[in-house]
């Protein structure tokens, strides 16, 4: 396992996440609000620094009003 890797994968699905909730207006606050899910852990998720679970993933997307794929669209 490259820890190295994965820890890149996080920190770019995590500048994709900040990039889409920006494009939608929405401060942290009003995401975690949406998708019940506290804004630490939404800005730990920004910043790449936890792995968030499907779930968790399926509430934010929601809130964003997208499909969970697109959290994945990224280089």
């Known amino acids: 396992m490259n820890i190295h ?3 890149e994968f996080l ?3 995590g500048k994709n996440l ?3 909730r920006q494009e939608g207006k929405l401060s942290q606050e009003a995401l975690s609000d949406k998708a019940e899910v506290p804004r630490s852990q ?3 998720i920004e910043r790449g620094e936890v792995n968030p679970t499907i779930n968790t993933l399926k509430r ?3 809130a964003l009003g997208i499909d969970v794929y697109q959290l994945f669209q990224f280089d």
């Open 11 to 13: 920190r770019k699905f």
């Open 42 to 44: 939404i800005a730990r």
């Open 60 to 62: 934010i997307a929601d």
């Open 5 to 7: 890797r994965d820890n």
């Open 18 to 20: 900040r990039r889409i």
